[in-house]
């Protein structure tokens, strides 16, 4: 089945260790995103792919870094992970065009940083 | 600035009855596009129904309908026949569509609701 998939489901790091998440998509979707999701709140737009034109977010602190080295896969580079960056990190992808723009998101990565 | 609101942190239902999940929205956009997605306590967001600005029919999809009130801004998931399965956070998010970056879609959440359903 065509989906998106997410590795590693839990990450541990340690605070200012760097860590890089990753994201594969089987949809061939051109537009990939990366949220983050703090505990009981609602997901947070950090920045997103359309093709290989990269988006940041205004309010997305320098820490986060990303990468799309082809249309299947996205990372998420955090440098120097601070306590407050502990979340579950949610990609998603979409199809460029139509009316109709669902995002598929995947089963997420919950970062915990010790 | 376009803005999601949910103002049921929590709600209960009975196994087997209705139950509606609050969304209004704010937007001057005349063409937008209104989703609900659930989240189980695994963290996967899935979708369930999509309701766009020109549709004239309320959106349905199985046991999930959308009662939408343009006039009031309003967009809310009505559940029919709860299960158990449905317990989880529910949110509704607004498409903003970017026309100057080929047509992404920025999703704006609310802040969810969190639904439990009883036996």
């Known amino acids: 089945d065509a989906m998106v998939i997410q590795n590693p489901r839990y990450q541990v790091t340690q605070f200012g260790k760097p860590v890089t998440l990753s994201c594969s998509q089987t949809?061939?979707?051109?537009?990939m995103y990366w949220y983050q999701q703090k505990s009981s709140q609602a997901p947070k737009l950090l920045f997103h792919?359309?093709?290989?034109?990269?988006?940041n977010e205004a309010d997305t602190p320098d820490n986060f870094q990303s990468r799309r080295p082809n249309t299947s896969f996205c990372f998420l580079d955090i440098r120097s992970p601070g306590l407050g960056d502990a979340a579950m990190y949610l990609c998603?992808?979409?199809?460029?065009?139509?009316?109709?723009?669902?995002?598929?998101f995947g089963p997420g990565t919950r970062l915990t940083v010790l | 600035a376009q803005k999601i609101t949910q103002t049921q942190p929590g709600m209960f239902v009975q196994e087997k009855e209705a139950v509606t999940l609050d969304c209004t929205y704010d937007?001057?956009?005349?063409?937008?596009?209104l989703f609900w997605y659930k989240q189980p306590s695994s963290g996967e967001m899935i979708f369930l129904i999509y309701?766009?600005?020109?549709?004239?029919q309320n959106a349905t999809e199985g046991r999930y309908s959308l009662n939408f009130q343009k006039a009031r801004k309003s967009a809310n998931l009505v559940i029919s026949a709860s299960q158990l399965g449905d317990s989880a956070m529910y949110f509704c998010?607004?498409?903003?569509?970017?026309?100057?970056?080929?047509?992404?879609?920025?999703?704006?959440f609310g802040a969810g609701t969190r639904l439990a359903v009883h036996p």
């Open positions: 998603a992808t979409s199809y460029k065009q139509g009316a109709y723009n669902e995002q598929f």
């Open positions: 949809l061939n979707h051109n537009v």
């Open positions: 792919y359309y093709d290989k034109d990269f988006n």
């Open positions: 937007t001057s956009d005349q063409s937008y596009g």
């Open positions: 309701q766009g600005s020109y549709d004239e």
């Open positions: 998010a607004m498409r903003e569509v970017n026309m100057f970056s080929g047509g992404y879609n920025k999703l704006i």
